[in-house]
């Protein structure tokens, strides 16, 4: 899982660094620290909920807003 999570977090600087995706670096830079989180924390409970759900939300937000910026470049690129 950790080396899916460094290979994602590459493929995502590189669509930023080529325009691509209108996400901050450090967004992914810092999702990508935060799933590593999110991994570790649902083997080993040993945070609160409310913390692991604002991580795990924090994740989504980046997730999504990467998402949306990849498919709209896509769609703007076909036409």
């Not at 994602?8 to 450090?26: D, F, G, R, S």
């Not at 967004?27 to 990508?32: G, H, M, N």
Request: charged residues 25%.
């Amino acid at each position: 899982m950790y080396q899916l999570l460094e290979q994602w977090e590459t493929n995502a600087l590189a669509a930023v660094k080529e325009k691509k995706a209108n996400v901050h670096p450090q967004q992914i830079i810092s999702t990508r620290e935060n799933m590593g989180l999110l991994l570790m924390h649902s083997f080993y409970i040993d945070i609160r909920k409310r913390r692991y759900m604002e991580i795990y939300y924090s994740c989504m937000y980046v997730f999504d807003l990467l998402a949306k910026s990849l498919q709209e470049n896509f769609t703007a690129g076909e036409e």
